[in-house]
């Protein structure tokens, strides 16, 4: 049997280790980069050099973002460790990209309610989870039925940044919208059952654990595409969740006709959630569980970013 390529072995071992579509995405491109740079050599005959001279070249000469370098980065660990199965090598003396020390932009109270009040249907739904609950827009979209919790007031992050899962609020203005949600998505799939459809990807391969998962109205998004599609790992149709670059752009055209100035997106809102949080007086690391971050420093950042303007100082010229 013919050895499969590079790249295809990239995807093997990431759909194995449970990487998203995405990830798998990024790394394979990262590594396709790495093998162009070097002239296409294979890398199991790459030394610590040559990955210094790449991610040295995405720094200086790419000028990108220091996240960015630290995703080349983290592909090229993944190609040795896990795809190679050989030690990364040692890399020193890397020329680090310039880590952005901007602050987030916030909303204010009533330019957040006049955002969200602009959006219609499913799109104002999610952006209210995403200012009502801190939740990422992929977190928002890629969320199932089960996921929520009616009588308990919380929604369960399942599989959030880092692979962690998390409890957060589940806003009461919310509640009997949500409610009506669920039953438009049990009719829907009700109907894709019919057509001998009605299937829905579940991660970690629970189905092959549990043979009737798939067809589950729990393991249904919230949020569900309008059309069936191919799944690009299985070639299966089925039913996605919804884009999330749909909501991006109602948040662009919402922020233009609610009149507020400010260069806005999905993340503004769920910043907003946070530094709203805090300016309520929440302690700082209640509102890091809510919000998922590993660091709490993370978190503090929103301390400067309160509607008090300066930190909260008084100008002397106000007194």
Same mark, same amino acid.
């Given at each position: 049997?013919?050895?499969?390529?590079?790249?295809?072995?990239?995807?093997?071992?990431?759909?194995?280790?449970?990487?998203? %579509? $995405?990830?798998? =995405? @990024?790394? !394979?491109?990262?590594? *396709?980069?790495?093998? +162009?740079?070097?002239?296409?050599?294979?890398? /199991?005959?790459?030394?610590?050099?040559?990955?210094?001279?790449?991610?040295?070249?995405?720094?200086?000469?790419?000028?990108?973002?220091?996240?960015?370098?630290?995703?080349?980065?983290?592909?090229?660990?993944?190609?040795?460790?896990?795809?190679?199965?050989?030690?990364?090598?040692?890399?020193?003396?890397?020329?680090?990209?310039?880590?952005?020390?901007?602050?987030?932009?916030?909303?204010?109270?009533?330019?957040?309610?006049?955002?969200?009040?602009?959006?219609?249907?499913?799109?104002?739904?999610?952006?209210?989870?995403?200012?009502?609950?801190? %939740? $990422?827009?992929? =977190? @928002?979209? !890629?969320?199932?039925? *089960?996921?929520?919790? +009616?009588?308990?007031?919380?929604?369960?992050? /399942?599989?959030?940044?880092?692979?962690?899962?998390?409890?957060?609020?589940?806003?009461?203005?919310?509640?009997?919208?949500?409610?009506?949600?669920?039953?438009?998505?049990?009719?829907?799939?009700?109907?894709?059952?019919?057509?001998?459809?009605?299937?829905?990807?579940?991660?970690?391969?629970?189905?092959?654990?549990?043979?009737?998962?798939?067809?589950?109205?729990?393991?249904?998004?919230?949020?569900?595409?309008?059309?069936?599609?191919?799944?690009?790992?299985?070639?299966?149709?089925?039913?996605?969740?919804?884009?999330?670059?749909?909501?991006?752009?109602?948040?662009?055209? @919402?922020? !233009?006709?609610?009149?507020?100035?400010?260069?806005?997106?999905?993340?503004?809102?769920?910043?907003?959630?946070?530094?709203?949080?805090?300016?309520?007086?929440?302690?700082?690391?209640?509102?890091?569980?809510?919000?998922?971050?590993?660091?709490?420093?993370?978190?503090?950042?929103?301390?400067?970013?309160?509607?008090?303007?300066?930190?909260?100082?008084?100008?002397?010229?106000?007194?």
């Amino acid at each position: 049997m013919a050895t499969r390529k590079l790249l295809d072995q990239v995807g093997d071992v990431a759909r194995f280790r449970h990487l998203s %579509l $995405r990830t798998e =995405e @990024a790394y !394979r491109s990262w590594i *396709k980069r790495f093998i +162009l740079f070097h002239g296409k050599r294979h890398p /199991r005959d790459l030394d610590a050099e040559a990955v210094r001279a790449f991610l040295t070249h995405l720094a200086v000469n790419e000028n990108v973002a220091a996240s960015t370098q630290n995703q080349a980065f983290n592909a090229l660990l993944f190609l040795y460790r896990q795809v190679l199965q050989k030690e990364a090598p040692k890399i020193e003396g890397v020329e680090r990209a310039r880590h952005s020390r901007r602050l987030p932009v916030v909303f204010t109270k009533s330019e957040s309610a006049a955002v969200i009040a602009q959006m219609k249907g499913a799109n104002r739904l999610i952006a209210g989870l995403l200012y009502g609950s801190g %939740l $990422r827009i992929m =977190e @928002a979209v !890629r969320m199932r039925v *089960k996921d929520l919790d +009616l009588h308990r007031n919380e929604i369960t992050v /399942r599989d959030g940044e880092g692979e962690q899962d998390r409890v957060t609020m589940l806003p009461r203005a919310l509640k009997q919208r949500l409610a009506l949600q669920i039953r438009a998505v049990q009719k829907l799939h009700i109907d894709d059952l019919k057509r001998g459809r009605g299937e829905v990807y579940l991660p970690y391969a629970l189905d092959r654990k549990y043979r009737n998962a798939a067809t589950d109205f729990v393991w249904q998004y919230l949020f569900p595409a309008e059309k069936l599609s191919v799944d690009p790992r299985s070639g299966k149709m089925r039913r996605h969740h919804v884009a999330e670059q749909n909501l991006q752009r109602a948040v662009k055209t @919402a922020l !233009r006709a609610a009149g507020v100035r400010k260069n806005g997106s999905c993340n503004t809102i769920r910043h907003s959630f946070a530094a709203h949080l805090v300016e309520d007086g929440y302690d700082i690391r209640t509102v890091q569980e809510l919000l998922g971050h590993k660091d709490v420093r993370t978190t503090m950042i929103y301390t400067h970013v309160l509607n008090k303007g300066g930190r909260g100082v008084r100008s002397p010229l106000d007194s």
